[in-house]
């Protein structure tokens, strides 16, 4: 049985369910694209970085993604 100090168990869930979210990320419903995505750049922050982080994160959604390499192609 794997076991996690609480203060890893955070770190290992997010990074796990990140990573899922990312691998099925062009299967999801647009309403639920936007609204992970949201999350992901806010954060419960709001500053200028989120805006550079926003950019960021558009681009390797869009790079990865064969749905949303259609989109751009057309």
């Known amino acids: 049985m794997v076991s996690f100090s609480p203060d890893d168990r955070e770190q290992v869930f997010t990074q796990a369910l990140g990573a899922a979210v990312v691998h099925v990320w062009g299967e999801l419903p647009q309403d639920i694209?936007?609204?992970?995505f949201e999350h992901a750049v806010t954060g419960g922050r709001q500053s200028e970085r989120d805006e550079n982080f926003r950019e960021i994160l558009a681009k390797y959604l869009h790079d990865h993604h064969e749905r949303t390499q259609a989109a751009q192609a057309r």
């Open 33 to 36: 694209q936007e609204k992970l």
